[in-house]
């Protein structure tokens, strides 16, 4: 897969995973149910998938001494990705704050921090292939200092943590309908 283009979007923690269908036909007048586009984001820069923590150790007994592999610091998995759009919504992810002016083209931080909580779909587009990536609940903040430039667009770069949705739903999904589990034929 090349990642030739590709969207972010955000909808209220819990949206429903989108189906293979959904993502096949995707286009950016044609959305998943519940979700809406982030805006512009860096092609430079493309999303980026990682995890923190992880680490194992390895516990054993005088008659063997690798008995068994412990987790000693759970993964947590995120993404990170450049917002290139300097807006409410952008900026209100970036800083944590809701906007306490309205309507009058300012973004005023409100003194109290809230947790921007949100459900996360990645569409990746590779010509008509299409992948998507799906979060059921992530906690969204900034990941790094705005950076500006005089011959690039400016970012406002941000990290989703993906967060349990709890009840034993899965954290987070890969949507493909020609890859995964396809069709016999």
């Known amino acids: 897969m090349t990642a030739a283009k590709g969207y972010i979007l955000t909808g209220t923690v819990g949206a429903a995973v989108p189906t293979a269908a959904e993502i096949s036909a995707f286009t950016e007048t044609t959305l998943p149910t519940g979700f809406t586009i982030l805006g512009h984001t860096s092609r430079d820069d493309l999303p980026e998938f990682g995890f923190d923590g992880g680490d194992t150790e390895n516990r054993g007994t005088w008659q063997n001494e690798a008995l068994k592999v412990v987790v ?40 109290n921090t809230v947790d921007n909580q949100r459900a996360l779909l990645i569409v990746i587009v590779d010509g ?58």
Not at 158 to 165: E, F, H, N, V, W
Request: a negative charge; proline letters at 5%; glycine letters at 10%.
């Open 72 to 111: 000693t610091d759970p993964a947590v998995e995120y993404v990170t990705f450049n917002l290139l759009q300097f807006d409410e919504e952008g900026l209100e992810l970036y800083y944590g704050r809701a906007n306490t002016a309205s309507g009058n083209g300012v973004y005023a931080a409100d003194a």
């Open 128 to 185: 008509a292939h299409k992948v998507g990536f799906y979060a059921a609940k992530t906690s969204i903040r900034r990941e790094d200092s705005i950076s500006l430039a005089v011959d690039d667009f400016g970012a406002l770069p941000l990290r989703a943590t993906i967060l349990s949705p709890g009840g034993g739903a899965s954290p987070f999904s890969w949507i493909d309908e020609d890859v995964i589990n396809p069709a016999a034929g």
